[in-house]
C-alpha cells in the first residue's frame, strides 16, 4: 500500500494524524508505576576513543538511528550513545512517570559531570535536540559545541510567530492523555501511519517504526507534551555555543521558502549559529540522506 507525502510539517501531520484517531477528547491519563529511586533516564553506550561526542535520538527513536554516525566516527571520536528510557523498547525506568524532557537534561548534566567530560560535542535529533539547547543552556559548560538535527526552539512556531505555551497547553495535554490511552492496535495504526510521512527511506522507515511501537505509550505522551510546551525562543540569545542546525527540505513536504523562513527565523537570535537545509529528506536526515549527514558531521566535529 502507498501512503500518500506528507505536505507539511512534520508536527502539523502529527497533530492531524492524532486528532484522527481520537486524540483531542477528553480522556484522562492511566496510573503509571512510580519509579525506583534508582532507575536511570537513559542508558549510554560507549565506544571508541578520543574527543567525546554525545548522540541523544528524539522521542520515540531508538539509539541506532546512529549507527551510521558511531561506524563513521568510531577510532576518532569516543561515542556517548543515549537510550532515553522508555523509548524502542527500553524499561520506562525513571521517566515512569512525571515529566520527561526536563529531568533527562538534568541526567545529562549529571552523567557529563560524572565521566568527567570536558565539553563534548552533543549531536540531537528532534526531541534531542531540543535537549541540547537546554543543556547548552542551562549547563554551557557542559557543550563544547552543538548539533540540532531538525528541532524548533518551540515547535508551535508552525502554526504561528505569535504562538504561545498557554494556547498550545490543552491541546498539548489531551494529545499526552490519549496517547497514554491508546490502545495497542489504535498505536500501532497511529504510529505506522505518523512515521511514513517522517522518514523517506524504506530501510529507515522500517526500523524507525518499529522503535515507535515498541516505546512506553506512557513516557511518549508526557515526553510529547513536554516537547510541545517547552519554549526557548526567548533564551535562544543567551546561548553562546557554538551551533550547527540542520533542517530537511523535500518538494513533498512544503515549499522550499516557507521552510527557510521558519528555520532562519527561528534561529535568528543566535547569531553564531549556522543554519543548513538538507535535500531530499524528511525528518530522520540521518536515514534519509545520510552521505549528505555524514558530510556535515564532519564538518561540525573539525
Known amino acids: 500500500m502507498t501512503c ?3 505536505s507539511f510539517h512534520p508536527m502539523i501531520i502529527l497533530l492531524a494524524i492524532l486528532a484522527a484517531v481520537g486524540v483531542f477528547g477528553g480522556a484522562h491519563a492511566a496510573p503509571t508505576a512510580v519509579p525506583s529511586a534508582a532507575a536511570p533516564r537513559f542508558t549510554v553506550e560507549v565506544t571508541g576513543q578520543g574527543p567525546d561526542v554525545i548522540l541523544i535520538p528524539g522521542l520515540a527513536s531508538s539509539a541506532a538511528v546512529w549507527d551510521d554516525t558511531v561506524k563513521q566516527l568510531q577510532g576518532r571520536y569516543r561515542l556517548h550513545v543515549v537510550q532515553v528510557a522508555g523509548f524502542a523498547g527500553a524499561p520506562a525506568g525513571a521517566n515512569a512517570e512525571g515529566p520527561v524532557i526536563q529531568p533527562t537534561v538534568d541526567a545529562l548534566d549529571g552523567y557529563i559531570r560524572s565521566a568527567r567530560l570536558k565539553s563534548p ?4 535529533h528532534s526531541m534531542g535536540g531540543l535537549m541540547g539547547l537546554m543543556l547548552a543552556r542551562q549547563h554551557p559548560e557542559d557543550v563544547g559545541r552543538l548539533m540540532v538535527v531538525d528541532s ?12 504561545t505555551v498557554e494556547a498550545i497547553r490543552p491541546q498539548a495535554a489531551a494529545m499526552r492523555d490519549r496517547t497514554v490511552n491508546a490502545t495497542p492496535e489504535a498505536w500501532t495504526a497511529m504510529e505506522t501511519a505518523m512515521m511514513a510521512r517522517l522518514v523517506k527511506s524504506p530501510g529507515g522507515l522500517k526500523a524507525a517504526t518499529a522503535a515507535t511501537i515498541a516505546s ?13 510546551t517547552t519554549d526557548l525562543r ?3 540569545a543567551a546561548i553562546k555555543t557554538p551551533m550547527t542546525m540542520l ?7 512544503a515549499p522550499q521558502a516557507a521552510f527557510e523562513q521558519l528555520y532562519t527565523g527561528a534561529y535568528a537570535p543566535m547569531t553564531q549559529a549556522k543554519v543548513k537545509r538538507i535535500d531530499g529528506s524528511y525528518h530522520f536526515i540521518m536515514l534519509d540522506q545520510p552521505a549528505a549527514f555524514a558530510f556535515e558531521v564532519e564538518s561540525f566535529l573539525k
Not at 533542517?247 to 513536504?253: E, G, Q, R, T
Open 152 to 163: 524548533l526552539p518551540f515547535y508551535a512556531m508552525v502554526f504561528s510567530p505569535a504562538a
Open 121 to 124: 560535542a552533543v549531536i540531537g
Open 234 to 236: 526567548g533564551e535562544l
Open 247 to 253: 533542517y530537511p527540505w523535500d518538494p513533498a513536504i
Open 216 to 228: 512506553d505509550r506512557s513516557v511518549v505522551g508526557r515526553a510529547l507534551y513536554d516537547d510541545l
Open 4 to 6: 500518500r507525502r506528507p
